[in-house]
């Protein structure tokens, strides 16, 4: 069973479009996060969430929110899709903030 | 703010040493280490928190300087399966700032 799972795999759409990743985790984690990797492989974290409290990185652009519907799930809302939003997001979660954690396989995200 | 990591490549024949350090500019409260090889996911190796505590593999030691805001990552003997990109991370008391460090390529050949 995959623990932390994102669909889809890749996303291909246009400038200007609103598209979703979504994250699922069976691991009864409380924390989970969404991250940036972009082309020049440098990581950033977007948000961390946990069913209490939600942390953004100040430098996230509105156009990104996160929405949890439960505690296994969040996915990742982009609005008006820009060229520059192009990269993989990865998903990952922990049992706590301080903890290991676990990521999803990534979704290549390319804004054309 | 994002930590900077030394060196930024190195490469390294099998069963020899190396270090990785991470050095940030903010007081911090943990210190995360992840490995990534190319076309994949970063994996969780190791986390040290302010006060000592440290959760992680056996087989992967680091330190950290909280004083000085630096940590290091000690690979010894070091297998082919070492090989990837090392990034730590460095997160400040409140968690409300996390940041990634530069990263540093390792390959080890045989």
């Known amino acids: 069973d995959t623990a932390v799972s994102q669909t889809p795999k890749y996303l291909v759409t246009q400038m200007g479009n609103d598209k979703s990743i979504k994250c699922e985790q069976n691991l009864g984690h409380d924390t989970m996060y969404w991250y940036k990797q972009d082309s020049k492989k440098f990581l950033k974290i977007m948000f961390s969430y946990n069913n209490k409290e939600l942390i953004i990185n100040e430098t996230v652009p509105n156009r990104f929110s996160p929405k949890s519907p439960d505690k296994a799930h969040l996915n990742l809302h982009i609005n008006s899709l820009e060229l520059g939003d192009s990269a993989v997001y990865f998903c990952?979660?922990?049992?706590?903030?301080?903890?290991?954690?676990?990521f999803g396989q990534g979704t290549r995200l390319t804004v054309v | 703010q994002q930590p900077v990591q030394s060196p930024q490549a190195v490469i390294l024949r099998e069963g020899e040493d190396a270090v990785i350090n991470c050095s940030s500019s903010?007081?911090?409260?943990?210190v995360h280490w992840y490995r990534q090889k190319h076309g994949e996911a970063p994996v969780f190796l190791m986390i040290l928190l302010k006060g000592g505590e440290q959760k992680g593999h056996d087989k992967i030691s680091a330190s950290f300087n909280e004083k000085k805001q630096q940590s290091s990552l000690y690979l010894t003997a070091s297998q082919l399966s070492y090989s990837g990109t090392y990034f730590c991370?460095?997160?400040?008391?409140?968690?409300?700032?996390?940041?990634f460090g530069t990263g540093t390529s390792l390959t080890v050949i045989p």
């Open positions: 991370g460095t997160e400040n008391a409140r968690g409300n700032q996390f940041y």
């Open positions: 990952a979660s922990s049992p706590l903030r301080t903890d290991e954690a676990f």
């Open positions: 903010k007081a911090l409260y943990s």
